[in-house]
């Protein structure tokens, strides 16, 4: 089978249509079926004018940097300075005595993207860090579990870690028929699982308020990029569609995503840590689109997340990330109105202070 018609397989799953409607539709109706309608997703997005900016200030040396005011802040949008309508700030972990209900914590354990012993090890540091501070949360915590047979939420959010960790003890680890020497057959299951797993996750939590920090423990699904994964016209097409809506409903959701690699230090070889980091800048039309824009690494970083590899242990991770509850500060901005469908604009805030690295959302998709 050609690269072609393989990555049409792959693309026909990567639609917010069921993956069984999908495979009752000839193949020409579902590629058509999966294209968004320029009136709907105009009609959702021309609501969406205020743009909510979740923000992280770090020094040189990473730390959190709390205090900063709204004047030391500029926000540029395409490059142009946005004027920014409210601000808030948030400096330092709150008390023991004190939770942020506000925020969702979502511990993601993926079965599917990597080994049966990097399951357990990325099991045994969610434990730990349940088991901090005496069970005692700081903010409410849900677990799920990603396995071949979908994404299933095991628990509701809850401030009891001794609870969770229990919950987890009982969780059975699902039965892996994807092979990893599959070759491209294989990858091409795992990716599309993994792209329904996400799209249900968001679909669940989408309508809950507040924000959510959502931490997918897993080497990545696979890229999919190449000489040999070369795109028609129509499937570069399908890309970018995916990349738009994924990209909004992840932000109207209000997620953020972090990645947390399994692999530890002896995963770090090669390229497989830093190949993702080519298509982090934002998409802006599908005469440049490649699988690999829907990588895990790569979204996460555009929502403003973490995509951590290296790691000495999980838990220490788990709290890296967390980490970025404690200190962080809150802008919007009034978006202009688009002058095409699916307008790409990148996002970046600037500090008057030098040696400070703001990072948040890099960016997002205007609709006229």
Known sequence: MSAFCRAGMILL???WFSLTAVAQQPVDSAMTAAQPQPSTIASSASKDRQLVLDV??????????????????T??????PSKILSFFAKSGPAPAAEVDAGTQIILVLDEVNTTFEK?????DGVKKFLAQNHGELAHPVSLAFFTETGLQMQTQPSLDGNALAAALNQQEHGFRTIGKGTGFYGAEDQLRLSMDALES??????RKPGRKMVIW?????????GPQSDLTAAQSRHVFDSVVRLSTSLRQASMTLYSIDPLGVAGTGGTRTTFYENFTKGLTGPGHADLADLGLQVLATQTGGRAIFGNDTIVNSIDRCTAD???FYVLSIDTPPAERASEYHSLEVKLDTKGLTARTRTGYYAQP
């Open 325 to 327: 509850l404690n200190t």
């Open 75 to 80: 926000v540029l949008d395409s490059k142009h």
């Open 56 to 73: 992280v200030v770090t020094d040189r040396s990473g730390k959190p940097v709390p205090g900063l005011q709204q004047q030391a802040f």
């Open 119 to 123: 399951v357990s090890y990325g099991q």
């Open 13 to 15: 799953c990567l639609s």
């Open 217 to 225: 423990i897993s080497p990545g699904w696979p890229l999919l990029s």
């Open 201 to 206: 996750l968001i679909a669940q939590e989408e």
